[in-house]
């Protein structure tokens, strides 16, 4: 019996690592862009406005928590993107890499929004505004429009299947 191409590409791993790197890196972004830069909210700030220094230090300490939480997503994906990167069986697709990449930060942004902002009720997008929703419902939808854009990449990254030889790791 003769193996096809395709029975000898696992994209799998490749996949895996490119969703953790990216559900990592969109926690990044928005802790730093949210959390930091624009200051718009906290980890519990709905709960726990920062409005005093102890419930400034309490958010502080909740942000932290979450910076090291998608420190480490971020770390196992790098984990991840190189042992993929020395499996001969993996195609080095930067349509599937990207897709990923895509894929992990809409789906950080659909259930961090699902799960934070509307069923516990930690925090909105933007603390200080009056409505909040359209803020939320904004982070949703480019939550959606990123795992639209990383399905339509990583389909097209499955006519990928170039496979290296094997790398020391």
């Known amino acids: ?100 990449l895509l894929l992990g930060w809409g789906l950080f942004n659909v259930v961090e929004g699902i799960i934070n902002h509307t069923l516990l009720g930690l925090h909105h997008v933007n603390e200080y505004t009056a409505d909040k929703l359209p803020w939320d419902m904004a982070f949703l939808g480019f939550g959606a429009l990123l795992l639209l854009a990383g399905c339509l990449l990583v389909q097209a990254g499955r006519h990928d299947t170039a496979v290296r030889g094997t790398r020391k790791p």
């Not at 000898?8 to 969703?19: D, F, K, N, T």
């Not at 709960?47 to 300490?61: E, S």
């Not at 196992?76 to 599937?96: H, K, N, Y």
């Open 1 to 100: 019996m003769t193996n096809t191409a395709s029975e000898l590409v696992h994209r799998g791993p490749l996949l895996a690592a490119g969703i953790l790197l990216g559900a990592g890196l969109g926690g990044f972004v928005d802790g730093i862009v949210l959390h930091q830069i624009l200051q718009w909210h906290n980890m519990l700030s709905n709960q726990l406005p920062p409005d005093n220094l102890i419930n400034a230090k309490v958010n502080m300490y909740w942000d932290g928590v979450f910076h090291a939480a998608v420190w480490v997503m971020t770390a196992v994906g790098l984990r991840l993107l190189w042992a993929a990167g020395c499996r001969a069986d993996v195609p080095w697709s930067g349509r599937t890499l990207v897709g990923g």
